[in-house]
């Protein structure tokens, strides 16, 4: 299978609820992760655009935001959990939020699930995977800021994450600095739009 190719890409929907999201029947690909991880940089690095927004500051994406890709399916970035500086009434808002669209939303046919290998898995990452797991939906674990990290601590990060989220399975590494990654994730999503 051949990487999907981003001819085009706009920003179709921001919206606080899933279910004020599009409503028409293309696919969609979810991008999850903590605050912070790099969900918007990867996308933006997909994209070859600056259309998310980025910031060192955790919590910047608070909607969920569409992006119709090549007319053909969404890709979504979400809010990031365990952002410890918001309210908890908001917090569980958004934890709510997000894991009633990954239950619930039927077009959802991957999730991209990012992972920091410099920080040790979380139980929101845990309750991530196992969300995704129990809807029945494909998860693609990917290691985000993999330029940060030497080659024999992201192989021994990329061991750890198999064990403990992958069911075995180890995470593709990414990095929106050089680029590695991209070809497999857009593979990935290739797969999972034509399954
Ligand atoms: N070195 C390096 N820094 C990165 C990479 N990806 C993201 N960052 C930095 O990490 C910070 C957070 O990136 P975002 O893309 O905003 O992260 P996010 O997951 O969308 O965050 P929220 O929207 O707050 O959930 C920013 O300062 C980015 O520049 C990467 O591949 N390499
Ligand atoms: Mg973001």
Same mark, same amino acid.
């Not at 990954?102 to 845990?126: K, W």
């Not at 180890?170 to 994730?185: C, D, M, N, R």
């Given at each position: 299978?051949?990487?999907?190719?981003?001819?085009?890409?706009?920003? &179709?929907?921001? !919206? @606080?609820?899933?279910?004020?999201?599009?409503?028409?029947?293309? /696919?969609? !690909?979810?991008?999850?992760?903590?605050?912070?991880?790099? *969900?918007?940089?990867?996308?933006?690095?997909?994209?070859?655009?600056?259309? $998310?927004?980025?910031?060192?500051?955790?919590?910047?994406?608070?909607?969920?935001?569409?992006?119709? %890709?090549?007319?053909?399916?969404?890709?979504?970035?979400? /809010?990031?959990?365990?952002?410890?500086?918001?309210? &908890?009434?908001?917090?569980?808002?958004?934890?709510?939020?997000?894991?009633?669209?990954?239950?619930?939303?039927?077009?959802?046919?991957? +999730? %991209?699930?990012?992972?920091? /290998?410099?920080?040790?898995?979380?139980?929101?990452?845990?309750?991530?995977?196992?969300?995704?797991?129990?809807?029945?939906? /494909?998860?693609?674990? +990917?290691?985000?800021?993999?330029?940060? !990290?030497?080659?024999? @601590?992201?192989?021994?990060?990329?061991?750890?994450?198999?064990?403990?989220?992958?069911?075995?399975?180890?995470?593709? @590494?990414?990095?929106?600095?050089?680029?590695?990654?991209?070809?497999?994730?857009?593979?990935?999503? $290739? *797969?999972?739009? $034509? @399954?």
């Amino acid at each position: 299978m051949s990487p999907v190719r981003i001819a085009s890409v706009e920003l &179709r929907a921001t !919206v @606080a609820q899933h279910s004020q999201g599009p409503n028409d029947a293309l /696919p969609q !690909v979810a991008f999850a992760g903590r605050s912070n991880v790099g *969900k918007s940089s990867l996308l933006n690095s997909l994209f070859g655009q600056r259309l $998310a927004l980025v910031s060192k500051t955790p919590g910047k994406t608070r909607t969920l935001n569409y992006y119709l %890709v090549n007319q053909q399916c969404y890709f979504v970035d979400l /809010p990031g959990y365990g952002f410890a500086r918001i309210g &908890r009434e908001q917090r569980q808002s958004w934890g709510t939020n997000i894991t009633s669209y990954l239950r619930e939303e039927r077009r959802l046919r991957l +999730v %991209v699930g990012l992972i920091d /290998p410099r920080i040790p898995t979380s139980p929101l990452d845990l309750d991530l995977a196992a969300f995704v797991r129990q809807a029945g939906t /494909p998860l693609l674990l +990917v290691m985000t800021k993999t330029d940060r !990290v030497g080659r024999g @601590a992201l192989a021994q990060a990329a061991a750890r994450i198999a064990r403990e989220l992958g069911e075995g399975v180890p995470p593709l @590494a990414f990095s929106a600095q050089t680029g590695a990654g991209h070809k497999e994730i857009l593979t990935a999503v $290739a *797969k999972a739009l $034509a @399954a």
